[in-house]
Nanobody, 118 residues
Framework: QVQLVESGGGLVQPGGALRLSCAASGSILVFDAMGWNRQTPGKQRELVASIDRNGRAWYADFVKGRFTIARDTNNNTVNLQMTSLNVEDTAVYYC????????????WGQGTQVTVAS
């Protein structure tokens, strides 16, 4: 099973930027897609952005124009550049590798906290 480890979370002021990184213990190309999800207390985990095996990116409407997902298949990392952050972006951000159960199932990182506050 490929392990995923997130880093880069922290405290940032509204309007600021953060870059999250997800490092995989193996090739990220074993997954159909890599994504970033987030969760706040009392809410369901929601998909923020994803990038598929062909490099096509998808973004939730609430982050379009502010967040950018990128992958490095040589180093097996997936990054999420976040700009123009607002307090509603405060959440635990999780990296996810998605694939069918037959192929091995999904992998999740442990999460990294992002707090946007003044």
């Amino acid at each position: 099973q490929v392990q995923l480890v997130e880093s880069g979370g922290g405290l940032v002021q509204p309007g600021g930027a953060l870059r999250l990184s997800c490092a995989a213990s193996g090739s990220i190309l074993v997954f159909d897609a890599m994504g970033w999800n987030r969760q706040t207390p009392g809410k369901q985990r929601e998909l923020v952005a994803s990038i598929d095996r062909n490099g096509r990116a998808w973004y939730a409407d609430f982050v379009k124009g502010r967040f950018t997902i990128a992958r490095d298949t040589n180093n097996n990392t997936v990054n999420l550049q976040m700009t123009s952050l607002n307090v509603e972006d405060t959440a635990v951000y999780y990296c996810k590798g998605a694939r069918t159960r037959r192929a091995g199932g999904d992998s999740w990182g442990q999460g990294t906290q992002v707090t946007v506050a003044s």
